[in-house]
């Protein structure tokens, strides 16, 4: 499998910023001024059709045909003739989307390591990973459970295929559920829209926009070196192997966080309300709270169709560990084909399953509190993320090694570590620690602090624009376009 890298149109590049997105905009309210209602959103799934053509022309036509496919099979499972059709129909497009995934994702993995095992080879497939295939596969997967569980679906293609191509979250998520956005889209497609939003959401993405390339993106170049040595085997000193772990500790934070402020802040432009999918996860003071954070929509996903179909708490609590265990072993699998990730969402697994143990029989430490208590709960929970990182970055297990061994060594590679790369971590590492997160500040979240997104997760207010607002969003627009001229993919574009 080779990773979707290329010259895509990310969300940071000049021809999304300077071409694509100004011609959306003024094509959907081009529309939206003459009571085109209907035709504006005709116009952003073409838009999306676009968006992901750019990316590759031969992959759109993939993701069409699984559009068509789950939209026919989605009617199916809701109004079959009798249950076993409709099961049927559900399972038939369950197996299907998964066999999607594991041809373009894991054949190779699964051939040679399955070669290795029977000692026999394995010739590389080398196929390129669709872009968004793990976030548009799962996405509908879930929508056929839902239509076979409430015997409702969509009855308009064009909003079905807009809820899957939808562009700002069609690459990397959030994953939607169809019952958040078929109202929106409806609504849409009839009516006028609150125009105080198209501002909100340029506030909101230029948040991310400044995340992404200003901190992202600067720390990335500078630690890519040190994971390339590291895969290299080239032997790797304490200050590169620490600069490397919490460089990469921060780089997907704020490339994530970028990421999800961006897709959030391109939807409030058009009208379209998405999920909240990222809060301030290095604030936890427990693994369980870490991913009731981070990635809120997979982890959702993950619980309602992986842990609850594998049996969830009803076989008691030696069996809901097990499950526990089970469902971020598979999160960890869809994150990428390599024992790397495996291993990091084995580390994951074990640890909130223990979380979950100590809370069963030892809810004394998990009811400890005060300032010394969570300091040290924060601490901790972070230590453990930052090491697990490692194995998500590091591009094969001996890799991740040498890092880890390099935490405790003396070797001298000849990479340049210079003071601005520390002066930038220290800041990053400030923000997302101690600073209240984007949506916190812009009034997204329904109060600073919450661990999940409010009813709908939704915004709970919309924020009048100011001149202080309006200046800081011209000053980070201004800024993260200037250095937009070299732009890197979203870390979760390649998954």
């Given at each position: 499998m080779q990773n979707a890298r290329g010259d895509g149109m990310v969300f940071s590049s000049y021809v999304f910023l300077i071409l694509f997105l100004p011609a959306v905009l003024i094509g959907f309210y081009s529309l939206r001024a003459r009571g085109a209602y209907g035709a504006s959103v005709t116009f952003l799934l073409l838009a999306s059709f676009v968006f992901?053509?750019?990316?590759?022309?031969?992959?759109?036509?993939?993701?069409?045909?699984?559009?068509?496919?789950?939209?026919?099979?989605?009617?199916?499972?809701?109004?079959g003739p009798t249950k076993a059709f409709r099961k049927t129909a559900t399972t038939v497009g369950v197996v299907g989307n998964l066999s999607l995934i594991f041809w373009f994702k894991y054949i190779d993995f699964a051939g040679s390591n399955l070669a290795a095992l029977t000692d026999s080879s394995w010739t590389l497939l080398n196929i390129l990973l669709p872009l968004g295939i793990s976030f548009f596969t799962f996405q509908q997967i879930a929508y056929l459970v839902d239509c076979y569980k409430s015997g409702e679906y969509e009855k308009r293609p064009r909003n079905y295929a807009l809820f899957v191509s939808f562009f700002p979250q069609l690459i990397a998520g959030p994953i939607v559920h169809h019952k958040t956005t078929r109202p929106q889209y409806t609504a849409l497609a009839r009516g006028a829209l609150n125009l105080e939003m198209l501002p909100y959401g340029l506030m909101i993405f230029a948040m991310g926009l400044a995340k992404k390339t200003l901190i992202a993106d600067p720390i990335a170049r500078s630690i890519d070196p040190i994971y390339a040595a590291a895969a290299?085997?080239?032997?790797?000193?304490?200050?590169?192997?620490?600069?490397?772990?919490?460089?990469?500790?921060?780089?997907?934070?704020?490339?994530?966080?970028?990421?999800?402020?961006?897709?959030?802040?391109?939807?409030?432009?058009?009208?379209?309300k998405l999920p909240i999918n990222f809060n301030s996860p290095y604030k936890s003071k427990s693994i369980i709270e870490f991913w009731r954070r981070w990635h809120?929509?997979?982890?959702?996903?993950?619980?309602?169709?992986?842990?609850?179909?594998i049996g969830g708490n009803r076989l008691g609590q030696i069996f809901r560990l097990r499950n526990i265990f089970l469902t971020m072993l598979i999160g960890g699998l869809w994150h990428g084909a390599a024992w790397t990730f495996i291993i990091w969402g084995a580390i994951h697994a074990a640890l909130i399953t223990g979380n979950h143990a100590l809370r069963l029989w030892a809810p004394a430490l998990d009811a400890w509190d005060g300032i010394a208590a969570v300091t040290l709960k924060r601490a901790a929970t972070l230590a453990f993320i930052m090491l697990a990182w490692v194995f998500f970055r590091a591009d094969s297990l001996p890799a991740a090694g040498?890092?880890?061994?390099?935490?405790?060594?003396?070797?001298?590679?000849?990479?340049?570590?210079?003071?601005?790369?520390?002066?930038?971590?220290?800041?990053?590492?400030?923000?997302?620690?101690?600073?209240?997160?984007s949506l916190e500040v812009a009034g997204y979240l329904k109060q600073p602090g919450a661990t999940h997104p409010p009813a709908q997760g939704f915004f709970s207010r919309v924020l009048k624009p100011t001149p202080l607002a309006a200046f800081a969003t011209a000053i980070m627009l201004t800024c993260g376009?200037?250095?937009?001229?070299?732009?890197?993919?979203?870390?979760?574009?390649?998954?």
């Open positions: 992901y053509a750019y990316w590759s022309l031969a992959h759109l036509l993939l993701l069409l045909g699984s559009i068509a496919g789950n939209f026919i099979l989605g009617r199916w499972a809701a109004t290299a085997g080239d032997p790797i000193s304490a200050a590169a192997a620490w600069a490397a772990m919490i460089g990469y500790t921060l780089q997907i934070y704020f490339d994530f966080s970028g990421y999800c402020d961006m897709a959030i802040g391109l939807g409030l432009m058009v009208g379209v809120i929509t997979l982890s959702n996903f993950l619980r309602d169709y992986v842990y609850i179909p040498a890092v880890l061994s390099g935490l405790a060594s003396f070797g001298t590679p000849d990479i340049a570590l210079t003071p601005a790369l520390w002066i930038l971590m220290a800041f990053a590492a400030g923000l997302a620690l101690f600073a209240p997160n376009v200037l250095v937009a001229w070299r732009p890197a993919v979203f870390i979760y574009f390649n998954f």
